[in-house]
């Protein structure tokens, strides 16, 4: 069974650029495995930030970007603002019914 | 506007069942591949059941397969999860979201479902 790893925590200071990682336990994330990413702050449903590993939903801030970078994928953000403070999912998908969430990564800006 | 709206959770006991409705619109529904995610407290997040736009193909998580029944009916917009054999882990808050090249896009705000005696 696989697992998928994020970072259990990050912190980056205002207006500071960060990257969060998302692994497989199964070997490299590629673009076969269609990653995506979600934000879900506190009492929130998740809100979809990138899909398909690279692509931008319509609201989502130009400053996030999506990419694959040593074997996983990679969300950068890119001039942090604090309302960015939330927790972030990575989603792998390996099949059409094995979809699996990482654990999650809180991004504390401070 | 996109919205999603659940219902429909609660509190069951073990071995009981739930349906779960999700009320869709502001997009064509009918054209939209549909999933359900599902969140324990404190927890991450967890992918349960997928369904094509049209209902003939589904798609579960091993945690459900053979316990949930996702369906849904294109001419009332409206998505369904019926949850049998249900078990203290199926806990949860349950979130529908539309599909998206295989991730989600729009998510509605969830319905809690509890399994507790």
């Known amino acids: 069974q696989a697992v998928v790893t994020q970072e259990p925590s990050v912190t980056v200071s205002p207006g500071g650029t960060v990257t969060l990682t998302c692994g497989s336990t199964?070997?490299?994330?590629?673009?076969?495995?269609?990653a995506s990413w979600y934000q879900q702050k506190a009492g929130q449903a998740p809100r979809a930030v990138i899909y398909?590993?690279?692509n931008k939903h319509p609201w989502t801030p130009a400053r996030f970007s999506g990419s694959l970078f040593g074997g996983k994928s990679v969300l950068t953000l890119s001039g942090a603002q604090p309302e960015d403070e939330a927790d972030y999912f990575c989603?792998?998908?390996?099949?059409?019914?094995?979809?699996?969430f990482g654990g999650g990564t809180k991004l504390t800006v401070l | 506007q996109v919205q999603l709206v659940e219902s429909g959770g609660g509190v069951v006991q073990p071995g009981g069942s739930l349906r779960l409705s999700c009320g869709a619109s502001?997009?064509?529904?009918?054209?939209?591949?549909m999933h359900w995610v599902r969140q324990a407290p404190g927890a991450g997040l967890e992918w349960v059941a997928f369904?094509?736009?049209?209902?003939?193909?589904?798609y579960y998580a091993d945690s459900v397969r053979g316990r949930f029944t996702l369906s849904r009916d294109n001419s009332k917009n409206t998505l369904y999860l019926q949850m049998s054999s249900l078990r203290r882990e199926d806990t949860a808050l349950y979130f529908c979201?539309?599909?998206?090249?295989?991730?989600?896009?729009?998510w509605g705000q969830g319905t809690l479902v509890t399994v507790s005696a």
């Open positions: 398909d590993t690279t």
């Open positions: 502001g997009f064509t529904f009918n054209t939209k591949n």
């Open positions: 369904i094509k736009y049209d209902a003939k193909k589904t």
């Open positions: 979201a539309t599909d998206k090249d295989w991730g989600f896009d729009y």
């Open positions: 199964t070997g490299d994330v590629t673009r076969g495995h269609f």
């Open positions: 989603l792998l998908s390996y099949d059409t019914s094995w979809r699996i």
